[in-house]
């Protein structure tokens, strides 16, 4: 139970590609398990007691995980108003997942905020994620009429005014008040603004076809990668930009900063046209 309680609280992934007893690793459930074992003695006697009861199975792991998201949606009383948190993502498999999360606060006025799983959408329309909403509901013995708030992105899909997800809550439980996320509404405002100033617009066109430049290119990487070792002594990655989150730009922007000297060197060896351009815009990096 500690094992996977450790695993599920770090967000790290549970089974190993080849899990029999020859591989040399097995996954990081049963390399903790291991390693617990060897620490404590009458843990490793209760396992190797019968080794077709070992309950270290792919299934028992699922199952421990259950049992713990039960224990806590337990802590969401029936009486207990809590808020819903919702947001989609897509996973490698190209499959969109929709994350769940409750908010809310108990009798000693603390907040608590729980990440409830992952559900697969079919449909990213409003109604399928309506009607998936309601089933995650159900499964976890939550009642609609208890949420007191709904916090989503700004996509039409969620906060349409006439069909969108929240709408359609809203017509079960007036209560659920929406609000638009402010993490969103926030990167949304400095993407706006930045559009405004000409230089920083410049800077973040520059700063994403540069990187893209460099590390689009397997001996355009190497180069750079050997000039870093040369100048620096060691070799850090330049970072792509993100298109939706402002905040991560500034590991962009950073990247490009403690590699400046390398990276001119690098575009000097390349005999890049404009080396007199780039520079000049190479100067917002030197003077942060």
């Keep these: 139970m500690e094992v996977t309680l450790y695993l599920a609280k770090q967000g790290i992934s549970f089974r190993g590609h080849y899990e029999d007893e020859a591989s040399k690793n097995r996954g990081n459930f049963l390399e903790l398990i291991e390693k617990t074992k060897n620490d404590i003695p009458e843990f490793k006697t209760w396992l190797e007691r019968d080794r077709r009861t070992t309950y270290l199975s792919a299934d028992t792991q699922n199952d421990i995980i259950s049992i713990l998201a039960k224990q806590l949606i337990n802590k969401l009383k029936p009486k207990t108003f809590f808020a819903i948190i919702m947001d989609e993502t897509r996973d490698l498999g190209r499959i969109e997942q929709m994350a769940f999360c409750t908010r809310h606060v108990d009798d000693d006025f603390q907040i608590h905020e729980h990440f409830l799983g992952f559900w697969e959408a079919v449909s990213t329309k409003s109604a399928a994620l309506f009607e998936l909403l309601e089933k995650f509901l159900y ?110 730009r500034d590991r962009s922007f950073e990247s490009i900063k403690n590699n400046y000297e390398s990276i001119l060197i690098f575009l000097e060896v390349r005999d890049i046209i404009n080396l007199q351009t780039i520079r000049f815009k190479f100067n917002f990096f030197k003077g942060c």
Excluded at 190 to 206: G, K, M, N, V, W
Aim: proline share 1%.
């Design 139 to 248: 499964c976890n013995t939550l009642d609609i009429k208890k949420i007191v708030a709904q916090n989503y992105d700004g996509a039409s899909n969620m906060s349409g005014e006439f069909t969108g997800l929240c709408t359609r809550v809203l017509g079960v439980n007036a209560m659920a008040l929406y609000i638009h996320c402010y993490a969103h509404k926030f990167n949304l405002a400095l993407q706006d603004a930045s559009l405004e100033l000409t230089y920083l617009r410049d800077i973040i066109a520059f700063t994403n076809s540069l990187v893209t430049f460099m590390n689009g290119s397997g001996p355009r990487h190497s180069l750079f990668k050997s000039i870093q070792i040369k100048n620096d002594g060691y070799s850090t990655a330049l970072v792509h930009l993100s298109q939706t989150r402002w905040g991560s």
